[in-house]
């Protein structure tokens, strides 16, 4: 005789409402919120610091000789060898002859190096066209948990790693991208928050130059404003643990910029809000300095992030292939065209009526990405969002891998996390997930610099046969 399984009941079953309310505990004022919010700083700057140094500071490991011959340096590791014994002035490495070590800034050196005396046909330094600006990139959805800041922060990192100078951009304040960089940033006044104040302040001081001429009463500086025009974006850059990757970080307090910036709109219609960060990025040389920005966007289509898309030059959409995330994204996009257009429909109905050409945004190229890829499970609807959103996908799936979970727990990317810390095989699939999205997005970096190059040498050319 067969015995009958015993059935239990759901665990939400039979609830006893006494006993419920006496595990309640005392009602909630917003003093406990501030008690939570005190332990959560002090967890965090505890956890923050397992993957820093004794110091207290974030550095960066060093990059072995199998490392930097299989993705950094185009070089067998013999011929490595060899060229260190003959040049003693390059940097030699730590460790024994057989397993030698070599900061980020060493391999710097060696690229330099091998740039100038290697084989022709390789690419010792990645490729960017002589007088072309840097290139901006926003990482935008305003779909929460999307793998912005992962993908966001790994291809910064992968960049660096590549040879390039970056510069990142923190625009989201729960600031978790400052935080993998290590950044220390201590109010509002060290995130991009002045840089907008600025914007606007200069905006005024046009505005009263134009009242003054018709004897009107000039709108206010506050004590904000002026100090904000003070501030260079030079101030609040900081340098982080990797030699070429600079910060501008975020905090909590950055979050008031988005109740801030349209009572400023209010004050002042004729401002444009959107072109503040692009006008600070592209004042006083910054540019310059870096060959890709990196910006990282809150998950919200507010007014940090239209500043961020405006600046942008590539715009990169992450997302989860899930019907919601799909959904999500689809509704992300449909509020960028209603943003943007009414933007440029409002500007140019004032442009037309001064006798001005005029204005459109452009983006060099739009890209979603599919993160946290699960083949097993998410082939047939991945293949479907894929066919939906067609030339606006990317063709690599960023596959899910354990590794991202297993550095991050030290607060690191997988770019610095060390090899021998893990499976063997789960290090090489994680990095070839990363690997393959830096190579996707180089694709299109490198070929918005050739067609800005292209078009520009056939402008001048047409100058040239005009005149």
Known sequence: MTKRAETTSPPFHNIDPARAAARLGPRVDTTRFAKAATFCARGRDDMARRGYAPDGTKSLRRFSIWEITRYLIPVAAAHLRRVLKANPDLPQGDGEAGAK???????????????????????????????????????????GGSGKTTTCVHLAMAAALDGYKVLVIDLDSQASMTSL???????????????????????????NLVREARGEPALPLDETLTEALEVSPRNLIQSTHWPNIDLIGAQLNLYWSEFQIPVWRMNLKSWSLWDALNNALNEEGVLDDYD??????????????????SAADILLVPLGASF????????????????????????????????????????????????????????????????????????????????????????????????????????????????????????????????????????????????
């Open 292 to 309: 890709i920005v990196f910006l990282d966007t809150p998950p919200a289509l507010g007014y940090l992030t239209i500043n961020s898309l």
């Open 101 to 143: 070590w070599f900061s980020l800034d060493d391999v710097l050196k060696l690229r330099r190096h091998f740039a100038q005396e290697g084989a022709a046909n390789k690419e010792y330094r990645p490729w960017r066209p002589e007088g072309q600006p840097a290139k901006i990139t926003a990482v935008a959805n305003f779909k």
């Open 181 to 207: 960089l290590g950044g220390k940033v201590a109010d509002e006044w060290q995130t991009v928050f002045p840089l907008l104040a600025r914007d606007y302040a200069r905006a005024v001081q046009q505005e």
């Open 324 to 467: 919601l995330e799909f959904d999500s994204t689809g509704r992300f996009f449909d509020m960028l065209y209603s943003t943007f257009a009414s933007i440029e429909e409002g500007e140019n109905a004032q442009r037309r009526r001064a006798g001005l050409p005029e204005m459109r945004f452009e983006w060099d190229v739009v890209r979603a990405i599919i993160t946290r890829y699960d083949a097993g499970q998410q082939t047939d609807l991945a293949n479907v969002i894929q066919a939906y959103f067609g030339d606006f996908m990317t063709a690599y799936r960023q596959e899910f891998t354990a590794l991202v979970g297993q550095a991050g727990e030290q607060i690191n990317g997988i770019y610095e996390a060390d090899y021998r810390d893990f499976n063997r095989e789960t290090y090489l699939r994680g990095r070839e997930a990363f690997d393959r999205t830096y190579a996707e997005f180089k694709e299109l970096l490198l070929g918005s610099w050739y067609r800005d190059m292209i078009e520009e040498q056939e402008e001048t050319h047409g100058q040239t046969q005009d005149a």
